[in-house]
């Protein structure tokens, strides 16, 4: 089956099934994908052993989580893209997250032929954790 005939809930099934290691550490999971909007939702798991300061999750965990759910945003859009390398990142802590789940939502601002820009938000509890943007290489 050509990936052009995908419906969305086939992109999420791919995408879930081909974790890379750092996305599995994170406990990623893809729960909704909008190929028209072009926005991935994925819900992530922060444990003890992310946190310094006792209960805080480092802002690595942070960073890596939104680059993540970015990244997988114009990935899981078919014929776009094969993967991505992150050109330039910048992220935005409103506060503290705790360990437990977490939402992230990523889209894609825009898009050319090898360059796309992209935003994300990472909640806990409905309170909004911190924001990114994105400009990645889009590679075939």
């Known amino acids: 089956m050509k990936e052009r005939q995908m419906g969305n809930d086939a992109i999420l099934e791919r995408l879930n099934a081909d974790w890379p290691a750092s996305v599995a550490t994170l406990r990623g999971v893809a729960v909704a994908f909008s ?12 444990v003890e052993m992310f946190c310094h300061s006792g209960d805080v999750v ?3 965990y942070i960073t890596g989580m939104l680059d993540a759910v970015m990244a997988y945003s114009v990935i899981g859009i078919p014929d776009v893209c094969k993967m991505v390398a992150t ?9 503290a997250g705790r360990p437990g789940p977490m939402l992230a939502k ?3 601002i825009h898009r050319g032929r090898s360059i796309a820009f992209l935003a994300g938000e990472l909640y806990q509890k409905n309170r ?3 924001t990114a ?7 075939k």
């Open 133 to 139: 943007t994105s400009t990645v290489k889009l590679l």
């Open 106 to 108: 990523g889209r894609v």
């Open 128 to 130: 909004l954790i911190a």
């Open 58 to 60: 480092q802002g690595g």
């Open 87 to 95: 050109l330039e990142i910048k992220v935005n802590f409103m506060s």
């Open 35 to 46: 190929e028209s909007d072009e926005t991935l939702d994925m819900e992530f798991e922060a």
